[in-house]
């Protein structure tokens, strides 16, 4: 029996799944990426920031050419109360590069068209329901009736992973963080530009981020505190002018520019996202021939900023390990590289969802908290989380 491996299921097409298949690649390891969904980018959603470590990561496997040309730099976090009065800014540490705001839906088609054209074969349509593991090889069952083998199965399948439940039955779920979250892209914005930051705001009904750029164009989300999860798909049965004037009136009595940039979006601009999420600590990362890799195995807060950068770090470290190792031994180092760094960030960001999520007066209290912790905030502080790097090159020690 060998344990080195030549070939990889990779189930999940968003993120960590078509970076792995490329860094796998350059491992000299054959992988597949399986897709549920038929059209990826669809009904996605979203912003989302790629950080520093996740840019540099990108690079590490020269895919950071496709991800800046798509990104809107974003140097800063400017923190507001309801009257737009300003709390705190968050900048970034000194010597590293701005974060850069991206639509979810342009990543995930550049990572597949990219993918493609490295001639990695992406399957859409095929929805993992189960595996089984040989002495030589695993196989991924699918919905459809048809199946895969290769060596190893790697779950870059999400927040809901299936291959969780298939490594660990007794694996934790995600649990509902009491908010859903809209977003889009506005243009003809009268509010002035925002200079490269974010900026966010303790509404008195909810949370808004907003970045109008030079070109007065915009992009907001709100954070809605809901008391029952609502799936996207749910949340899609409300039509999208009617959530656009339920949005506006949370914003009527905030100072801020919620309501120029909810009531100049078009209805069929409005992203609804649905329910946010934590993840707790997954305790089992890998099985056999099965490993996690994404917010599979690790999904901060959807608020930190930093659940895309992590799953990229994860994906290229996972790839790094499989060309250095024989595959038990590749999955403890690459769990031994990761752990400690994703569950740091994962703590220290937990707190983010629940502070959007507090009533009127929590959010008071936050705010004050907020004032009182910025002017401590130092930029340097967080430099161990933006500063990663990646040696590609470097060799796994087992
Ligand atoms: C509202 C919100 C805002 C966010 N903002 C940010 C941000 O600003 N910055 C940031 O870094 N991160 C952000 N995140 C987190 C970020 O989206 C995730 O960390 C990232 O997408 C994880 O990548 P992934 O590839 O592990 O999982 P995903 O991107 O979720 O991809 C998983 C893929 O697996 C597929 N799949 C699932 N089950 C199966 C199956 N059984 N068979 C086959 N395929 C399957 C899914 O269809 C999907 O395409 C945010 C998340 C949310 C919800």
């Given at each position: 029996m060998s344990t080195r491996i030549r070939t990889a299921l990779v189930i999940g097409g968003g993120i960590a799944g078509p970076i792995a298949a490329m860094a796998l690649q350059q491992a000299g390891i054959e992988a597949t990426v399986y897709e549920a969904y038929a059209h990826t980018a669809d009904s996605l959603g979203g912003g989302m920031t790629i950080a520093p470590n996740g840019q540099d990561a990108l690079d590490a496997v020269g895919l950071g050419e496709l991800l800046r040309p798509l990104g809107v730099p974003m140097t800063g976090i400017v923190m507001q109360d309801w009257a737009g009065r300003r709390l705190a800014e968050f900048g970034n540490p000194p010597g590293v590069p701005p974060m850069q705001l991206v639509w979810r839906a342009d990543l995930y088609s550049s990572l597949h068209g990219e993918a493609e054209r490295r001639g990695i074969r992406?399957?859409?349509?095929?929805?993992?329901?189960?595996?089984?593991?040989?002495?030589?090889?695993?196989?991924?069952?699918?919905?459809?009736?048809?199946?895969?083998?290769?060596?190893?199965?790697?779950?870059?399948?999400?927040?809901?992973?299936?291959?969780?439940?298939?490594?660990?039955?007794?694996?934790?779920?995600?649990?509902?963080?009491?908010?859903?979250?809209?977003?889009?892209?506005?243009?003809?914005?009268?509010?002035?530009?925002?200079?490269?930051?974010?900026?966010?705001?303790?509404?008195?009904?909810?949370?808004?981020?907003?970045?109008?750029?030079?070109d007065a164009t915009g992009v907001w989300f709100v954070n809605l505190p809901h008391p029952e999860p609502m799936s996207a798909a749910e949340a899609r049965r409300t039509p999208a002018a009617q959530w656009l004037a339920l949005l506006s009136a949370k914003f009527a009595d905030d100072r801020t520019p919620a309501r120029e940039l909810i009531d100049r979006t078009p209805p069929e601009e409005l992203i609804v996202v649905g329910s946010m999420e934590n993840m707790p600590q997954v305790p089992v990362w890998s099985r056999g021939r099965m490993v996690l890799v994404g917010d599979s195995a690790h999904a901060p807060s959807s608020s930190s900023g930093q659940g895309a950068s992590l799953s990229i770090e994860s994906a290229i470290e996972l790839a790094r390990c499989l060309r250095d190792l024989p595959y038990p031994d590749a999955f403890a180092a690459y769990e031994r590289l990761r752990r400690p760094r994703v569950e740091r960030i994962i703590k220290e960001t937990t707190h983010k969802n629940s502070a959007k999520a507090a009533g009127p007066v929590g959010r008071v209290v936050f705010a004050m908290l907020m004032r009182v912790f910025g002017r401590l905030a130092k930029p340097e502080k967080a430099a161990w989380m933006f500063d990663h790097r990646i040696d590609w090159a470097a060799e796994v020690a087992g």
């Open positions: 992406i399957e859409r349509g095929r929805r993992l329901v189960d595996a089984t593991e040989t002495a030589d090889g695993v196989t991924a069952h699918f919905a459809d009736g048809s199946e895969a083998t290769a060596d190893v199965l790697i779950g870059a399948d999400g927040i809901r992973s299936t291959v969780r439940t298939l490594i660990d039955p007794d694996a934790p779920g995600p649990q509902y963080a009491g908010l859903i979250s809209f977003g889009a892209r506005v243009e003809h914005v009268a509010t002035p530009s925002t200079r490269s930051k974010m900026n966010m705001s303790f509404g008195k009904q909810a949370f808004l981020g907003y970045q109008v750029l030079d």
